[in-house]
């Protein structure tokens, strides 16, 4: 990979890592966009499913059939509004013993959850 290439990927990766709103691929190279223009919308595509595979980024399919995207690796959860569309970070010991609990029960591992609550945010009820 020439350097090029390496640091258009770490702008792609630092700029998603800086948004804390759960960008779509549009508003995240939009993001990109504006920090460095030469950076075209195929390569922040390309880069952003590389760094879903490597588990750098976390992809967040809703219902609306648009993926949205976290640079957030830690473990979380996350909440859709239906009214505003926002997503919003869960982060809960609930869930994470609710899991454990089917571990035992079920005799198996997980390793990776994915859940997304749906309904009225706050500030939309
Ligand atoms: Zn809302
Ligand atoms: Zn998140």
Excluded: W
């Excluded at 691929?25 to 950076?39: N, Q």
């Excluded at 239906?82 to 035992?104: M, S």
């Amino acid at each position: 990979m020439n350097t090029r290439n390496t640091k258009q990927k770490e702008i792609i990766l630092h700029t998603l890592q800086n948004m804390n709103t759960h960008p779509t691929i549009l508003e995240l190279y939009d993001a990109v966009h504006e920090i460095d223009p030469s950076i075209g919308q195929a390569t922040v595509y390309r880069n952003v499913s590389k760094f879903v595979k490597e588990n750098l980024v976390q992809k967040i399919p809703t219902n609306d059939g648009i993926d949205h995207y976290d640079g957030n690796c830690n473990k979380h959860y996350h909440f859709v509004c239906q009214k505003c569309h926002r997503l919003v970070d869960l982060y809960g010991n609930e869930a994470d013993y609710l899991f454990g609990e089917i571990e035992k029960k079920h005799h198996l591992q997980i390793s990776d959850i994915h859940i997304l609550c749906e309904g009225i945010c706050n500030e939309c009820k």
